[in-house]
């Protein structure tokens, strides 16, 4: 039997999550497997695209905590039998992290970062815990309150950036700007928001992935044109090898495990390179770097599944992805499953063939 693979973060509005990245790449990936899809919400335009996931189930939000969780992955893995779960969204890694000896005991494998590790790069205490010998970071102020960002205007001065500790980042070129975004973030993503040094330069990212340090694989990306939110909707892979250099030194600090992406910017009076952040998961843009020859994902689910995985170097640098939206036309009806019945099913996915796959990770994918 195919293996199956239950992917998260399914939402595809204009600051889309990476699920759909994710399961595009592991459709494309020549290995025989099965996809559902763990979803938050039920206009999730993911949860319907039955080209990509077999079925959708609905799981409580991660602030229920990881108890919640576990009893929902249970209950969904009796009917589903699943094998590798793949977490998209930084807000439930802890959770992951907290009930995967309680997964593993199921069957359903996962290749997580370790939760110290995970600690390390949390945005608000990057700065502080990431030695410069491995890489500069701006001068970053933690916010828990308004008179803490008056006081963090002497020391970062304008314009700055005004981030929340999960999602989105705000340019602020004036106080009442930074106020402002200050009670936005932090009533959408709680203390502390972070106030951050903005540098003038050139954006570069990088998709990777890595286990006990080891990077298997990384592609680099420059961002072309950026939504209000700053997030990438249309960029190009390049090679820079001092930003690649960066990464492998990074990571084998932070001793990391899975899938990241890192946020770089290239200063431009000084050519210094600075990490702005550090994301614990794929980008929503991790299929350019499939089609530009390295399939993170699916190669992901091989280290998680335990088969064997060459590191990989070499891809396509001039790749360009630019992201659209789309109507998903879907019968209410399963928009009445979903949300009664936590879960909505499509039609067989269809099975892709083995000969693509080497011998020796054709049996690991196989089993059931």
């Not at 089609?291 to 998680?304: D, F, K, R, S, T």
Request: aromatic share 8%.
């Amino acid at each position: 039997m195919s293996p199956t693979i239950c992917v998260t973060g399914l939402n595809a509005a204009d600051s889309p999550a990476p699920g759909l990245a994710v399961l595009r790449s592991l459709k494309e990936s020549g290995f025989r497997q099965r996809h559902i899809g763990i979803t938050y919400g039920v206009l999730d335009a993911g949860n319907y695209m039955s080209d990509l996931v077999s079925a959708c189930y609905l799981t409580p939000y991660p602030n229920t905590g990881p108890r919640a969780l576990l009893t929902r992955i249970a209950e969904i893995h009796k009917t589903e039998k699943i094998d590798v779960i793949v977490p998209t969204l930084d807000s439930e890694l802890e959770n992951y992290i907290a009930i995967e000896g309680e997964l593993r005991y199921l069957g359903i494998k996962l290749l997580l970062p370790l939760k110290e590790s995970l600690a390390m790069r949390e945005k608000p205490t990057l700065a502080e815990k990431i030695p410069e010998d491995i890489v500069k970071t701006p001068k970053t102020v933690r916010i828990s309150d308004v008179s803490a960002l008056r006081d963090a205007f002497d020391q970062l001065g304008f314009p700055l950036l005004v981030k929340g500790q999960f999602y989105e980042a705000y340019a602020a070129y004036s106080p009442e700007e930074a106020v402002g975004w200050f009670y936005k973030l932090a009533s959408q993503w709680g203390v502390p928001v972070i106030a951050q040094n903005m540098i003038q330069g050139e954006e570069m990212n990088v998709a990777g992935l890595a286990k006990r340090g080891k990077l298997y694989g990384a592609v680099a990306m420059k961002k072309l044109f950026l939504t209000d939110k700053g997030k990438a909707w249309s960029g190009v892979t390049i090679r820079n090898e001092k930003i690649l250099e960066m990464t492998r030194r990074l990571i084998q600090y932070l001793n990391w495990d899975g899938g990241f992406e890192l946020e770089f910017i290239v200063e431009n009076k000084t050519e210094e390179v600075f990490l702005i952040e550090m994301n614990p998961r794929f980008p929503a843009w991790v299929y350019l770097a499939t089609a530009a020859g390295i399939n993170l994902p699916a190669m992901h689910v091989q280290l998680a599944l335990g088969a064997p995985v060459e590191p990989r170097t070499d891809y396509d640098v001039g790749k360009v992805f630019i992201r659209h939206a789309r109507d998903e036309i879907i019968p209410m009806a399963q928009l009445e499953s979903l949300s009664t019945s936590g879960m909505v099913a499509h039609a067989t996915q269809t099975r892709l063939p083995l000969k693509t796959m080497p011998a020796q990770r054709a049996s690991v994918f196989a089993q059931g």
